[in-house]
């Protein structure tokens, strides 16, 4: 088996399945210069976007660094529509703490704009969860991608936003056709061999060429939501497909579309989200819709291979 190495771990080559740079060195993203760009992003963007952001730093409502007995990660809580949001943060001064700060801001700009509503409403349904948070993302992106010199940098972004894609998207698809598979068949005497052996067809139609370990078969069995949330994936790629799409129109209907997206968050979970798209002239139960997502996924690429 071959081996490569990023200078701080080993990888085998036939596992690493996400996009990389050799030998790349991160400029540093310290707390107060991301925290100042993913604002002036914001700013750019909407004023309400940058608002609700700024509100929630200067009411101290974010936790920024590591420390001893610290929760790892990040998230964003939601209290109740009379209070702002809390966001936790583990910033370490990489570009992927820069994302995940607008990331968690997005979800608590999403709660600050649908403060209007009832508290049991407030909360967006699943499906919905990361419209705001993926939405800022891409903001983010653009801006880097627009206004950077380092082409190192242009690209960390374009691969960290591919596979994130790949990731939230067509694995979690994968995922769910497994499912699928596995609570049709099951009563018709299927046996583990048979999964294994679907699970291992999903994966070879995943990846084409690559040669996929034998090992990976048995994938299925620690994946947590295939068997104590049967069919949740369906939300991640439901969700991050179609924050794709809506950005496709926001890039192709500008300050326009704005207003209209900020209903939609401002809605929160207080209606079907068929309807609430309806309303702002948008089908999403039509084909073109999500195709337009992939476009968003087809540009990026393409964005990448000019930066060879």
């Keep these: 088996m071959r081996f490569i190495s990023n200078g701080d771990f080993i990888f085998p080559f036939e596992y690493l399945i996400y996009l990389y740079i050799k030998n790349h060195k991160s400029k540093k993203y310290y707390y107060e210069y991301s925290k100042k760009y993913v604002l002036q992003t914001f700013k750019e963007f909407d004023e309400r976007f940058y608002s609700a952001a700024k509100a929630i730093f200067d009411n101290k409502h974010a936790h920024s660094h590591p420390q001893k007995n610290k929760r790892s990660g990040a998230f964003c809580n939601l209290v109740t529509n009379k209070h702002l949001p809390y966001i936790l943060l583990n910033h370490t001064d990489d570009i992927r703490d820069l994302f995940t700060m607008a990331h968690e801001l997005g979800h608590g700009i999403h709660d600050v704009l649908s ?13 919905l969860c990361e419209t705001a948070s993926i939405f800022s993302e891409m903001i983010l992106a653009d801006n880097i991608l627009k206004k ?11 691969m960290n936003l591919l596979d994130n894609n790949y990731a939230s998207i067509t694995r979690q698809a994968y995922f769910v056709m497994f499912e699928i598979y596995a609570h049709e068949n099951m009563h018709k005497g299927i046996t583990i061999k048979d999964l294994d052996e679907m699970y291992m067809k999903l994966l070879t139609e995943q990846f084409g060429d690559m040669k996929i370990p034998e090992i990976f078969k048995n994938e299925w069995n620690y994946i947590p939501h295939i068997h104590e949330y049967p069919f949740y994936c369906y939300s991640y790629a439901f969700g991050n497909l179609m924050v794709l799409a809506l950005y496709e129109i926001y890039k192709i209907e500008g300050k326009n579309f704005i207003d209209k997206y900020v209903k939609i968050l401002s809605k929160g979970g207080s209606q079907n989200p068929e309807e609430m798209f309806l309303e702002i002239g948008i089908d999403i139960s039509s084909e073109k819709f999500w195709q337009k997502g992939f476009e968003i996924i087809k540009e990026e690429i393409n964005e990448l291979k000019k930066l060879k």
């Design 148 to 158: 950077s010199d380092d082409a190192e940098e242009k690209k960390y972004v374009l």
């Design 115 to 127: 403060m209007n509503q009832p508290n049991l409403l407030q909360h967006a349904p699943l499906p």
